[in-house]
């Protein structure tokens, strides 16, 4: 039988142990907290924000929301970087991306402080992870990571290819599987959609991490007999009988799950993750920048 790995299962296991860590904080006069920063009116990225406060206030976590008009000027925003940098009881800051075209995304990243960069994307971050010294290891994959060890995917020794080559998901995952370290130790060949014959390598793999941000690229046929599949897509598509809008992965699941061993559903694979993350971010940000000792779970 094909074991299902619930995301939301081992998201909620996680956030029960940062609730423990975030009353010891608070018992040590410190109240962590999460600044997310929206600007854009998209109807996605308004949700995601929206469940990252929620997810917040769960674990007893202060968020802090701002709003700009997608029509600000950038400076506006960088401002709003600059103040949240300053504010003491703001311990992670999020700019949830993308940003506008007329926004420098670069300069979104480099001005957040690296202490508060709770995403890890500031290039002083990228380079700690790449170093294997990492400060913040970025949500998605390092929730992919406690994901295969929660459900005993064996890392060390396993062939894994990583679909897709972006700074979010693929080459921040490809570096955390590569690293010597528990969760690591894999030999990783990293693809994209431009990869000579795909599915030779991913036939070869022993885990598949699916994260090429294209509607069910990844089908059975492309899979070894017994392997992990991964499934980080969230792509918003018609719904097949025409009554609106489904939300799939870059794994043809139906598929795919007839030939692996372990896969994540979209939903309640991934993206649960990738939250729960982001709070024990916030949760090690807010212990290193207070001085409160206390035990990342
Ligand atoms: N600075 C920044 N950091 C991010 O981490 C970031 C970002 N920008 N921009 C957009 C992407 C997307 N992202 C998601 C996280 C969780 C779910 C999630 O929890 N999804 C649920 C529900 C999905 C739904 O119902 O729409 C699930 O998969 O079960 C989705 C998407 C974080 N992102």
């Not at 390092?142 to 994901?147: A, D, F, K, P, V």
């Not at 431009?194 to 941000?213: C, K, P, Q």
């Not at 024990?280 to 290193?288: D, E, I, Q, R, V």
């Amino acid at each position: 039988m094909t074991e299902v790995i619930d995301g939301n299962a081992v998201a909620t296991e996680l956030r029960e142990e940062i609730a423990d860590r975030v009353e010891t904080l608070s018992a040590a006069g410190v109240e962590p907290g999460l600044a997310t920063v929206l600007m854009s009116e998209d109807a996605a990225s308004e949700t995601y924000v929206s469940m990252k406060q929620r997810d917040c206030e769960e674990v007893g976590m202060d968020g802090i929301h701002v709003e700009l008009d997608p029509e600000a000027s950038a400076e506006e925003l960088y401002g709003t970087i600059d103040d949240l940098n300053d504010d003491e009881d703001v311990h992670g800051i999020l700019v949830q991306l993308p940003v506008p075209d007329h926004v420098d995304e670069r300069e979104v990243l480099r001005r957040i402080r690296p202490e508060k960069d709770v995403d890890g994307f500031h290039p002083e971050n990228v380079g700690r992870l790449v170093a294997g010294n990492a400060r913040f290891k970025p949500c998605t994959p390092h929730g992919i990571q406690r994901l295969l060890a929660a459900h005993d995917v064996e890392t060390e020794g396993a062939d894994a290819v990583v679909v897709g080559r972006s700074d979010i998901v693929g080459k921040p995952m490809a570096n955390l599987l590569i690293q010597k370290a528990p969760g690591g130790n894999a030999t990783v060949t990293v693809c994209h959609s431009r990869t000579d014959d795909l599915e030779a390598r991913t036939r070869e793999a022993d885990i598949v991490i699916a994260a090429a941000g294209i509607p069910e690229f990844i089908d059975g046929s492309m899979l070894k007999a017994g392997a992990t599949v991964i499934d980080v897509g969230i792509n918003r598509v018609e719904s097949e009988d025409g009554s609106g809008t489904e939300l799939v992965g870059d794994v043809a699941y139906e598929s795919a799950a007839e030939v692996a061993g372990a896969i994540t559903p979209v939903p309640g694979g991934v993206g649960p993750m990738t939250r729960a993350m982001l709070l024990y971010n916030t949760l090690k940000a807010a212990s290193l920048q207070t001085g409160v000792e206390i035990d990342l779970p």
